[in-house]
């Protein structure tokens, strides 16, 4: 009994795996929609899933980095350092120096008069059928008159002022020039004494003196003009002469020792072409940390205006893909109308539109944005109206190739039998074109628009990189890029241009993989 149960059931075993399956039954055969056939296609292909996680990782980048980024887009980062500040200049008068009378013309004319005839040894010169006489009241020093009234003074010896003015009534300058030079011990000038006091060098020699009023200082003669760079810096005697005593001895440095006792080390430089010494100082400066190296704070440095590369790489990004994205949906609107009302409707509406193509077609894009970027400049606008003014213009200028590529499929769709059939269902026009034959070009729009985003991110980059595109303070791959421009940066700030090439090579790159496999995808005919 038990083998005969066991043939039994091994009969009803082989009777079962022989039962067929009917041609209508769903179980014998899987079907897939067209778009999972697509979508299948599609994730078999292994270069373009590279692509595509290429794409979703500088999204991820863009997008949520500059969130997570602890900096801002245009935050600016400081560092102290020792710089040499240039905190006074001295020239050496060996040319006439020139000061006018009150009231009185003394004119740029009369004074290079004056010089023809002082070095002709001439006491006298005519100008405009006017005589003026020239006096010699010392050693480099000369009064003009005209007339009999003195207009002005020519001289080689300076008097430079110690004290808060720096100029001095004409009276009082040319009587403490004329002091000088005679070697007078006072003069007076409205009811004051004024005492000079000698300064002689280790030869004997005087090479300077200072103007005593009420026992003070107020004023200090010598052939070196000594003036500080900022005006509320005060230089005292002891400073001046220190500086011009390290002058004439051609010494680079020199040490003085203010008041408070603190010793300030200063560097001296002559330049010859204006003859003129600048006193410099170093002190600790706040400046902008600029191409800093990568660190634990800044991961991949800063740029030339001391912002955190990695977070404007963030943000760069952002505006660059925001920039391809909404030039590509420009540039689609207008090609999907003009291309199938062009398509559908042919005859002389389709020659009306494929001229304006035409006429696109001819236009010197690059010339143009040329021009419109450097009107921009001129007129001031805004960086985010420019931006926005970036992407009209792209996008009007990008649309010509789509509008042929919709009207050539179309032109094959509409003589199809679907075709006619809505047409003998009395569906409008509109309908017949946006619902029944532009969903059939999708495919190809698809394809032609994630191939065309590479390029239009190339092309905001390259106008970037030229001072045309994107603007300060907002950041753009391209504008990064821009900040190489000496080959001393290029050779050695690896991290300012390198990592932002990188992405952008790498985001085109993924665009024109994924545009391949999506082509290879949605034509079943393409090997695989």
């Known amino acids: 009994m038990k083998k005969d149960n066991k043939k039994t059931s091994e009969k009803g075993a082989a009777k079962q795996s022989k039962k067929q399956y009917s041609l209508n039954d769903d179980r014998r055969v899987k079907v897939l929609s067209p778009g999972a056939m697509v979508a299948k296609r599609f994730f078999r292909n292994r270069i373009a899933m590279i692509g595509l996680f290429v794409l979703i990782g500088m999204f991820v980048f863009s997008f949520l980095g500059g969130l997570i980024s602890p900096y801002k887009e245009d935050q600016l980062f400081y560092r102290n350092e020792m710089q040499k500040k240039e905190y006074a200049a001295a020239i050496d008068n060996t040319e006439f120096r020139y000061a006018s009378a009150d009231g009185q013309n003394f004119s740029s004319v009369i004074q290079a008069k004056f010089v023809l005839a ?94 005593m009023v009420d026992g003070k200082e107020f004023g200090y003669i010598s052939r070196y003009v000594v003036s500080p760079w900022m005006p509320d810096n005060f230089l005292t005697r002891e400073f001046k002469e220190t500086a011009i005593a390290a002058m004439e001895n051609n010494e680079s440095t020199m040490e003085y020792t203010d008041a408070e006792g603190n010793v300030h080390e200063y560097f001296l430089s002559y330049n010859a072409s204006t003859k003129k010494w600048t006193i410099s100082e170093e002190t600790v400066t706040r400046v902008y940390d600029k191409y800093a190296s990568p660190s634990a704070e800044h991961w991949l440095g800063t740029d030339k205006s001391g912002m955190d590369m990695l977070t404007r790489l963030m943000y760069g990004g952002r505006v660059s893909l925001m920039i391809g994205f909404i030039v ?145 303070p907002f950041a753009s791959w391209g504008n990064i890029i821009n900040d190489v421009n000496n080959t001393f940066v290029l050779t050695n700030y690896w991290f300012i241009w390198i990592p932002a090439g990188m992405l952008l090579l790498l985001t085109v790159l993924a665009f024109n993989i994924l545009g391949d496999g999506l082509r290879d995808a949605f034509d079943p005919k393409m090997k695989r």
Not at 120 to 143: A, H, M, P, R, V
Not at 360 to 385: K, N, R
Request: aromatic share 10%; with cysteine.
């Open 328 to 472: 590509e949906i420009i540039s689609t609107l207008i090609g999907i109308i003009l291309g199938g009302v062009a398509g559908y409707f042919g005859g002389w509406i389709d020659n009306l539109i494929m001229r304006i193509v035409d006429i696109f077609y001819c236009i010197p894009s690059l010339p143009i944005i040329i021009i419109l970027g450097a009107t921009m400049d001129a007129v001031g606008v805004e960086p985010q109206i420019r931006m926005i003014y970036l992407m009209l213009i792209l996008g009007l200028l990008g649309w010509p190739g789509l509008a042929r590529l919709i009207r050539g499929q179309i032109l094959s769709l509409r003589e199809q039998e679907f075709m006619t059939a809505t047409e003998a269902c009395g569906i409008s026009v509109r309908r017949r074109i946006f619902r029944h034959l532009i969903p059939n070009v999708i495919p190809q729009l698809i394809v032609s628009c994630t191939m065309g985003l590479g390029g239009t991110i190339i092309t905001e980059a390259t106008l970037s990189f030229l001072g045309l595109g994107v603007k300060f």
């Open 118 to 211: 002082q070095s002709g040894k001439k006491d006298s010169f005519e100008y405009k059928g006017i005589n003026y006489t020239i006096t010699e009241e010392g050693n480099n020093l000369y009064s003009i008159a005209e007339e009999g009234t003195m207009i002005g003074i020519a001289y080689k010896d300076i008097f430079s002022v110690s004290d808060a003015s720096h100029e001095l009534p004409f009276t009082l300058q040319f009587k403490a020039l004329k002091s000088y030079v005679t070697g007078a011990e006072s003069f007076e000038d409205n009811g004051k004494t004024y005492k000079m006091e000698y300064i002689k060098g280790e030869d004997g020699s005087v090479e300077g003196a200072s103007v």
